[in-house]
């Protein structure tokens, strides 16, 4: 009888081989059950998890001000495994603090079968917009469908 201790590792979320190509600016992620993912470096960047770029005890992280980075911010300058659950980029500008999970970057990631699972119903959720010529017809938002806006 096999027994996994924890119940949240699965093939979707254990990284199976780890790629950082510092010239590129990428980082590329194959997974146990197949998919594959590549990060660039800014968005890597702006995923950062560590409490000085999310916050904490309530109080919002410098990533929450929508700062403009800098190219030595999303320089990746190396990369380290933390145990078999995370990574631990170093970015040019010296930040290391961050410890990227494996599950967080196999939820967040960019590509296009990933973001599809993360909004399935995109094409029927309504959108609500706020539009200037609402306000002088006495509406402040219309509402279209995801297949709508992409026409």
């Not at 027994?3 to 194959?30: C, K």
């Not at 700062?67 to 995370?86: C, M, N």
């Amino acid at each position: 009888m096999s027994w996994n201790y924890n119940p949240l590792v699965t093939d979707a979320s254990t990284a199976s081989r780890i790629h950082a190509d510092r010239a590129a600016g990428t980082l590329q992620i194959g997974w146990a059950d197949g998919h594959e993912t590549t990060y660039d470096a800014v968005t890597l960047r702006w995923l950062c998890p560590c409490a000085f770029c999310r916050g904490e005890a309530g109080m919002p992280g410098w990533l929450d001000s929508r700062p403009t980075l800098s190219p030595d911010q999303t320089r990746l300058v190396d990369v380290q495994l933390v145990g078999q659950y995370a990574i631990a980029p170093t970015w040019g500008d010296g930040h290391h603090t961050g410890y990227y999970t494996f599950a967080l970057l196999r939820d967040r990631c960019p590509c296009e079968a990933c973001a599809a699972r993360r909004a399935p119903d995109a094409d029927r959720a309504p959108i609500r917009r706020a539009t200037h010529a609402g306000h002088a017809h006495g509406t402040d938002t219309v509402t279209t469908t995801a297949k709508e806006s992409h026409r």
